[in-house]
């Protein structure tokens, strides 16, 4: 099957920056669009930035101009760089896939397990 491992997250200052990570492993034969989507506590889970095979790139309103999306296709592995963070951005962030794999050759999404950023004030 495959996995997705999130990494990166933690308390950061309004202002600060962080950067985050997620390799996919397991049986893959190709990943289509990666993204990121956080929750924050009592709303609803979000997207917030996605980025296709071909390096396309798609961002919420809310984090245009603040966050960049980029993925190493070597790596299987796909970052979000977070700057001029604000406590709004506090959630929990989780890393999305959608990947053709060699157990069904069907594709299919896949999610990490979440990793949790907090913007303190």
């Known amino acids: 099957q495959v996995q997705l491992v999130e990494s990166g997250g933690g308390l950061v200052q309004a202002g600060g920056s962080l950067r985050l990570s997620c390799r996919a492993s397991?049986?893959?034969?190709?990943?289509?669009?990666m993204g990121w989507y956080r929750q924050a506590p009592g709303k609803q889970r979000e997207l917030v930035a996605f980025i296709t095979s071909g390096q396309s790139t798609n961002y919420a309103d809310s984090v245009k101009g603040r966050f960049t999306i980029s993925r190493d296709n070597a790596k299987n592995t796909v970052y979000l760089q977070m700057n001029s963070l604000k406590p709004e951005d506090t959630a929990v962030y989780y890393c999305n896939a959608d990947v053709v794999s060699s157990h069904d050759y069907t594709s299919r999404d896949y999610w990490g397990q979440g990793t949790q950023v907090t913007v303190s004030s």
């Open positions: 397991g049986s893959i034969i190709r990943i289509n669009t």
